[in-house]
C-alpha cells in the first residue's frame, strides 16, 4: 500500500507523500475534482498553531475568503462514556478532570451533584462542603477564562496579555496544587464531601489573591479588550444571532455574548448559588453587532469579575459563618458504596464553557452506572463553526474559532 | 568596500544581538525573565540557536520548485543587504556615494518582494502561497505612502544624495570645502533665524520643516509593514498561517530569512534617522556658550567626529529598532483588508496632501 523508501535517498527525503495516505486517516469531504474554478482546499490543522488542540478543520478558500467548511473531529477521543460503564461512580472522577482540563473543578462539581442526586443524599452535604466546592469552582473557572481570554489574544495576534494572564492563572493553579497537590486534573471533589478540608492559611491567601488580580484584570481589559485594534478585528465577526443561538443550542458565554441572559447557576440555582450575589452579564453589541466575537470575549471577562465578587462571598462565609472545625470532616457523608435506585438522570450545571450535561442510567443492582452520556459544551458550541464561518476571510476564522473557546478534550471526550 | 567590510558582519551581528534584545525586552514587557539558561543572562541563547540552525537537516520539500525555492533566501538577503551599500555611517564613511541614494535604497528594496514571491510560489504549500500573496499585496501597497513621503524629504532637501541630506541636518554644512558652503539652515525653513551654527535637533528635518513629523509617522508606519512587523505581520501570522512564505524553510536558508527581516529592520531604522532626524549629527544643539553640538561631534574627517558620528547615528537608529520591538510585544494584528483599508484611504491621501504642502513650502522658501 505505501511505496517503499528507496534505499539509497533514506538521507535525503524523510517522508514520500502520496495522496493514499489521506485517504487512509480520515475521508474528505471535498475532492481536489470538484472543486469550482478558483477555489483551494486548506487542512487546517490537527497540528495548526490555533485550533486550540486538535481539531482539524477542512476549508475551501477562494483567495482569502472562505466558501466551504468541514470540521473533523475525534483526534481526541479516548472513549470516556465507554469507561464510565465499566467504572463504578467514585473511580468516574478522575476521568471527568481530563474532559474539559483547564476547567476539571466545574465538572466534578458538577457530577459530583449529579450522584448525589441519584441518591438523594443532595440535602445532607454539609454547607461548608459545599461552599469549598464553589469556591474552587469559581477559582478553575477564572483560570479556564483567563486561558480563553489569552490564547484568544494569540489568535489575534497579541502575545503579551497571554502571557500575562498565563502568570495569573499560575497563582490559582498553585493555590489549587497546594490545596489539591495537582495543578490541572484534581480528583478533589468526591461524592458526597471533598478529598480534604481546605489547608489552615487557604482562605487567606485567596483573599490575597483576589485583592491581587482585580487590578491586572483591569489592566489586561485595557491592554486588549479596549485596544482599538483588537476592536476592529473582533467587532461584526462571526456574529450569531440569538435566533441562530438558540436553534444551536449554544450555552454559555457563546449565548450570552448573543444577548440571551442564560446562566444555569441561576436558573437552576443550585449548590449554593442562591445565596451568593452576581450579575449575569450579557453582550450588548457595545462595539459592533450584538453576538460577535467581542461580545464574547468581553462577557468572558465580565464573569471574572463575577466570579471575583463570588470568590470574595464564598471566603467570607468560609471564614465566619462556616468555619473551620475541628471536628469538621469533609468526607463525612461520602457514600461508603454507591449504589443509586434504577433510574435515569440528567443532571447539567454551568461550567465556563456553558452547559455541562451527565445523563446517568443505573440498573440499582451495581454500583456501575448503565450508560452516562456527557452533554459537551464545547461540543455543542463548535457545531455552529460552519454556520458562521462562511464567506469570511481567513483571519477571520481563525479570530471565530478563538472566540468559541472550545477544549478538544472535552470535544471528543 | 568599507561598507561591505563593515556591513555584512555588522548585519550578522545585529540579528544576534537584535534577538536576543527582543526576547529579553518582550520577557520584560511580559513579566517574565526572557532566556537564562545558556550563558549569563542567557546571552548565548541566539549563539546555540544558529548552531542550530546550522546543525539542522536542509529540507526541501520534494515537490518544491527546488531551484527557486535555494534562490528565494538569497535573492532575499541580497536585495536587503545591497541596501546598506549607500547608507553614509559618518561624514566620510560611505560604501557607495551615490549621487541618487534616496532613489536606489528605495529600488532595491522593492526587489525583496521578488524574493518572497518566489519563496511562497516555490514552496508548493497552501500557506506558502497564502503568505506570499499577501506579504507582496501589503509591501507594494505601502512603498507607495513610503516613497511620497520620501519625496518631500527630498523635495525640501534639494538632494537625492543620502550623504547630502545628513550634511543639511547639522552644523558642518560647509565645511570640508564640498557641499554647499554658501547654504545656511533656518529654523522652521522659512523664518529668517540662522541656526546654522546653532545645529542639534533644530536643524533635524523633522523641525526644519515642521510638517515632516506627520511625514515621520507615515514613513514608520510604512516601514513597519515593509518589513513584516507587527501590527502588520499578516503575511507570516503564526497564528492563521503558520510562518507564511517562510513555512517549510528549515535551518540554514530560514536562518537567512531571519537575518533578512532584522536587516530590514535596520535599514529602514537607518533610512529613517538619515531623512527626518539628522543622521549623523548630534542632536543637541550650541546653546550660547554652551556649545554642546561642538562638543559632542567632531569635525567630518578628524578621529573624534567618526567616532561620535558614528555614536550618533547608531544611538538613533537603535531607538528606532527599540520602538519598533516595543510595538510588536503590544498590539495585536490587523487584517488584510484592514490593513490595505489603512494604506489606500488614510496613508496615501495624507501623504498626497503632505507632497503638496511640502511643494508649496519649498517654493516660499
Known amino acids: ?413 | 568596500m568599507i561598507a561591505l567590510l563593515f556591513f555584512l558582519p555588522f548585519i550578522a551581528i545585529f540579528a544576534l544581538a537584535g534577538v536576543y534584545v527582543e526576547r529579553k525586552l518582550a520577557g520584560f514587557i511580559q513579566d517574565r525573565l526572557g532566556p537564562m539558561e545558556t550563558g549569563k543572562f542567557g546571552l548565548l541563547q541566539t549563539v546555540a540557536d544558529i548552531i542550530k540552525l546550522l546543525t539542522k537537516e536542509d529540507i526541501i520539500p520534494q515537490k518544491a520548485d527546488k531551484f527557486v525555492f535555494k534562490l528565494a533566501p538569497l535573492v532575499i538577503f541580497v536585495s536587503i543587504f545591497a541596501g546598506f551599500a549607500c547608507i553614509p555611517l559618518t561624514a566620510t564613511m560611505v560604501g557607495a556615494g551615490l549621487s541618487v541614494g534616496v532613489f536606489y535604497v528605495l529600488g532595491i528594496i522593492s526587489l525583496d518582494v521578488i524574493g518572497i514571491l518566489m519563496a511562497g510560489w516555490s514552496s508548493n504549500s497552501k500557506y506558502a502561497l497564502l503568505g506570499a500573496m499577501r506579504a507582496v499585496g501589503q509591501i507594494i501597497s505601502y512603498e507607495i505612502p513610503l516613497g511620497l513621503v520620501v519625496l518631500c524629504v527630498v523635495m525640501i532637501s534639494q538632494s537625492l544624495d543620502l550623504q547630502e541630506i545628513s550634511y543639511k541636518q547639522g552644523i558642518w554644512i560647509g565645511t570640508n570645502g564640498f557641499y554647499f558652503s554658501a547654504q545656511k539652515i533656518y529654523l522652521f525653513g522659512i523664518t529668517p533665524i540662522d541656526i546654522t551654527k546653532v545645529g542639534g535637533f533644530l536643524a533635524w528635518n523633522i523641525v526644519q520643516m515642521p510638517f515632516l513629523c506627520i511625514g515621520f509617522v507615515i514613513y514608520f508606519i510604512a516601514s513597519l509593514a515593509e518589513c513584516n512587523r507587527a501590527p502588520f505581520d499578516i503575511p507570516e501570522a503564526e497564528s492563521e498561517l503558520i510562518a507564511g512564505y517562510h513555512t517549510e524553510y528549515s535551518g540554514l536558508r530560514w536562518a537567512f530569512m531571519m537575518l533578512a527581516e532584522y536587516g530590514m529592520m535596520l535599514l529602514t531604522s537607518f533610512l529613517a534617522v538619515i531623512l527626518f532626524l539628522g543622521g549623523w549629527n548630534t542632536p543637541l544643539p550650541n546653546i550660547g556658550f554652551l556649545a554642546l553640538a561642538d562638543w559632542t561631534s567632531g569635525m567630518p574627517n578628524t578621529i573624534f567626529g567618526e567616532i561620535t558620528a558614528i555614536f550618533w547615528i547608531f544611538f538613533k537608529v537603535f531607538c528606532l529598532v527599540f520602538v519598533q520591538m516595543w510595538i510588536r510585544w503590544t498590539y495585536p494584528r490587523l487584517r488584510a483588508d484592514q490593513l490595505m483599508y489603512l494604506c489606500w484611504k488614510v496613508l496615501i491621501p495624507f501623504s498626497l496632501a503632505l507632497v503638496m504642502l511640502c511643494a508649496i513650502w519649498r517654493i516660499l522658501m
Not at chain 1, 111 to 128: F, S
Open chain 1, 1 to 413: 500500500m505505501f511505496p517503499t523508501q528507496p534505499q539509497n535517498t533514506t538521507n535525503k527525503i524523510q517522508y514520500i507523500y502520496s495522496p493514499q495516505h489521506l485517504a487512509n486517516s480520515e475521508p474528505n469531504k471535498f475532492a481536489e475534482n470538484s472543486l469550482k474554478n478558483g477555489e483551494m482546499s486548506v487542512n487546517l490543522g490537527p497540528q495548526h498553531p490555533s485550533t486550540h488542540g486538535v481539531l482539524r478543520l477542512e476549508v475551501l478558500t477562494d483567495g482569502e475568503i472562505i466558501t466551504e467548511i468541514e470540521p473533523h473531529i475525534g483526534y481526541l477521543h479516548r472513549c470516556f462514556e465507554k469507561h464510565c460503564e465499566k467504572l463504578t461512580y467514585a473511580q468516574i472522577i478522575p476521568y471527568i478532570d481530563r474532559m474539559d482540563y483547564v476547567s476539571a473543578m466545574n465538572s466534578e462539581h458538577i457530577y459530583a451533584m449529579a450522584v448525589e442526586k441519584m441518591l438523594n443524599i443532595t440535602e445532607q452535604i454539609p454547607k461548608r462542603v459545599e461552599y469549598i466546592r464553589v469556591l474552587v469552582a469559581e477559582l478553575n473557572r477564572i483560570a479556564s477564562h483567563f486561558v480563553a481570554i489569552g490564547t484568544y489574544g494569540v489568535d489575534i495576534g497579541a502575545t503579551t496579555p497571554f502571557l500575562w494572564l498565563m502568570r495569573d492563572r499560575e497563582h490559582i493553579l498553585r493555590l489549587l496544587e497546594w490545596l489539591t497537590g495537582a495543578r490541572m486534573l484534581y480528583n478533589y471533589i468526591w461524592v458526597g464531601g471533598l478529598y480534604y478540608d481546605l489547608p489552615i492559611g487557604f482562605e487567606e491567601k485567596c483573599k490575597e489573591f483576589l485583592d491581587y488580580v482585580l487590578p491586572k484584570i483591569k489592566e489586561t481589559e485595557n491592554l486588549m479588550i479596549n485596544n482599538k485594534i483588537f476592536v476592529v478585528r473582533t467587532a461584526n465577526v462571526g456574529v450569531i444571532s440569538l435566533d441562530l443561538a438558540v436553534n444551536y443550542a449554544l450555552s454559555g458565554a457563546v449565548m450570552r455574548g448573543s444577548g440571551l441572559k442564560m446562566d444555569l447557576r441561576k436558573k437552576d440555582a443550585y449548590s449554593v448559588y442562591p445565596e451568593l450575589d452576581f450579575d449575569v452579564p450579557v453582550g450588548t453589541g457595545a462595539m459592533g453587532t450584538q453576538g460577535d466575537c467581542w461580545d464574547r470575549t468581553w462577557v468572558r471577562l465580565q464573569e471574572c469579575y463575577e466570579s471575583i465578587k463570588i470568590l470574595y462571598q464564598c471566603v467570607e462565609k468560609l471564614q465566619k459563618e462556616h468555619k473551620r472545625t475541628t471536628d469538621f470532616n469533609p468526607q463525612a457523608f461520602v457514600p461508603k458504596k454507591i449504589r443509586p435506585e434504577k433510574q435515569f438522570l440528567y443532571f447539567r450545571g454551568e461550567t465556563p464553557k456553558g452547559e455541562l450535561g451527565f445523563f446517568l442510567q443505573s440498573d440499582g443492582k451495581s454500583d456501575i452506572p448503565l450508560r452516562c452520556k456527557v452533554r459537551s459544551p464545547c461540543f455543542v458550541n463548535l457545531s455552529v463553526l460552519p454556520a458562521i464561518a462562511k464567506g469570511v476571510l481567513f483571519s477571520d476564522l481563525i479570530a471565530i474559532i478563538g472566540s468559541l473557546d472550545f477544549v478538544m478534550g472535552e470535544v471528543d471526550r
